[in-house]
């Protein structure tokens, strides 16, 4: 099994605790929220209409989407109201302060 790709997006100080940042790694943006001090990587914006999830709403492990409200369990991609309806996910890494992100979808 190949080693997987990870791609530094952020230092650990710019997504503090309970916080939901966007970044940008490449042509790729990924959301990630600081949920108890543990960073997690979602797809940035909501398929519902795109809207921003970055700008969202964090309550513990749901964000909530600044346009709609639709919410997520930021730890599984699962909508909240909906199980089938789910968001991407990415492995992450926080190393020496570095946030990376292997920017292969997990589901």
């Given at each position: 099994m190949p080693a997987r790709q990870l791609t530094t997006v952020a230092h650990l100080d710019d997504v503090p605790p309970d916080t939901v940042r966007t970044m940008r790694a490449g042509d790729v943006e990924v959301t990630l929220a600081n949920v108890g001090g543990e960073i997690v990587?979602?797809?940035a914006h909501c398929p519902h209409l795109g809207g921003p999830l970055g700008e969202g709403q964090l309550d513990g492990c749901v964000l909530s989407c600044p346009w709609h409200g639709w919410q997520?369990?930021?730890?599984?991609?699962?909508n909240e109201f909906d199980r089938a309806i789910t968001i991407a996910t990415y492995d992450t890494l926080?190393?020496?302060g570095e946030v990376k992100v292997a920017l292969k979808e997990l589901r």
């Open positions: 990587a979602l797809q997520f369990d930021v730890t599984t991609g699962e926080v190393e020496n």
